[in-house]
């Protein structure tokens, strides 16, 4: 790893203007990515995954299992073969687990391991270990989990061997996938039966693949459920591409007058489809072609043409289905004739950055009246000028202002960009092959 990279000192520069033409495919999905190798991992035989994506998160995912005895080989252009140990095989690790900067490796994987009788300790980056984990060691402590965080509630999390675990019926009190998750999947070691409440639906990518895996998950209206005690059986898995990659460039060809920009093979699960439906709300073209099944999520080809985009209010039902999103809807607010209008999304304030505040801050640095607020953002659409920014090693931020360049009228510089390996790698080049012009500094 090169001085830069571990100083975070990486930089883009991206020049204005540019239109996005062409036809890509960008990464796959990190959410199932991380649960491939998880569910693989505690399978009965081989499971084969294509598509996986190749970043820091998912890989850190990847290599927590590996260091836990599981084998598993590649990734070699998107194939890995996971040799599932079983329920009860994972081995107890001499060393912390390391997650970086992953929360959803930290907090799946925090039910995950809740049950199975090994003492560990969980890590992660600065970032992550100021996330709070107290929305799953509650729940996992009243299952009979024993695990320690911080006075402060954050990572390091030290999980204690139990005997076993009682199986729990859970009201979410947030809007959370990776809390629902936790929780069904600490329910895999639980005796009886595990339902799960969710105040709004979330990315379900846990519950489908769990099925995929021949495990019974019942779901009914906002109640998910599952018993305890039964086994995975190895399955083959095409991630698709991740609809979170796609949205930077959903928003970039719609702000970018001229572009026609078809993006190919990606994830159309309907809990993950919000930045769709908001940014059409808006005014975008986006056409949609291709539609099928791979392995129990729906995929589709999206074809988006430059379109001149309106402020809007954003529906708060849509903001658990965009939640990654916002950075780069932010943009597209900040491109978009008139005011728009969010709320209902404080959860933005404790993802990898507190993204309401770092995209207002970056926002007004470009000229673009952007005014937080408690648990969203009011952006009046305007002229963006050049300017310096900082991502605060947030990875959507970093690429959310390189978007932005799109619509600006000065070169866009970003500060400490090296986090967008975690779910985009090859971001610059794959930018520049359609129409940017951004170069690493
Ligand atoms: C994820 C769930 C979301 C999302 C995260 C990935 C997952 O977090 O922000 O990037 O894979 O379950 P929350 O469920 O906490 O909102």
Sequence with gaps: MSESILTNKIRFLVKPGGVLRGSIRVPGDKSISHRSIM??????????????????????????????????????????????????????????????NSGTSMRLLCGLLAGQGMNLTLTGDASLSSRPMRRVTEPLSSMGAAIDTTDNGTAPLHIKAVGHLDSIHYQLPVAS??????????GLYAQGESCVVEPAPTRDHTERMLRGF???????????????????????????ADISSAAFFLVGASIAQGSDLTLRHVGMNPTRIGVINILRKMGASIEISNQLQVGGEPVADLRVRGA?????????SQVPLAIDEFPVLFVAAACAQGETVLTGAEELRVKESDRIQVMADG????????????????????????????????????????????????????????????????????VNSIGMRLEIG
Aim: aromatic fraction near 4%; include cysteine; proline fraction near 3%.
């Design 308 to 316: 001149g985009l309106k402020g809007i209010q954003i529906p708060e």
């Design 39 to 100: 569910l693989g991992s505690l399978a009965n035989g081989v499971t084969q995954i294509s598509g996986f994506l190749e970043g820091d998160d998912s890989l850190a995912t990847l290599k927590a299992f590996r260091t836990m005895g599981v084998t598993i080989d590649g990734p070699h252009d998107g194939r890995v073969t996971v040799h599932g140990v079983g329920m009860h095989g994972l081995q107890q690790p001499s060393v912390a687990l390391d997650l970086g």
């Design 363 to 430: 926002l007004q640095t470009l000229g673009i009246d952007a005014a937080p607020t408690a648990d969203g953002m009011v952006i009046r659409g305007g002229k963006m000028r050049g300017g310096r920014v900082d991502s605060h090693g947030d990875h959507r931020i970093a690429m959310a202002f390189a978007i932005a360049a799109l619509c600006a009228d000065g070169e866009i510089v970003i500060d400490d960009c090296a986090n967008v390996d975690t779910s985009f790698p090859g971001f610059a080049d794959l």
């Design 177 to 186: 996938a990776q809390v629902k998750s936790c929780v069904l999947l600490a």
């Design 214 to 240: 021949g495990y019974a998950v019942t779901t009914d209206g906002n109640r998910i459920c599952l018993d305890g005690g039964g086994c995975l059986t190895a399955t083959t898995i095409d991630v698709p």
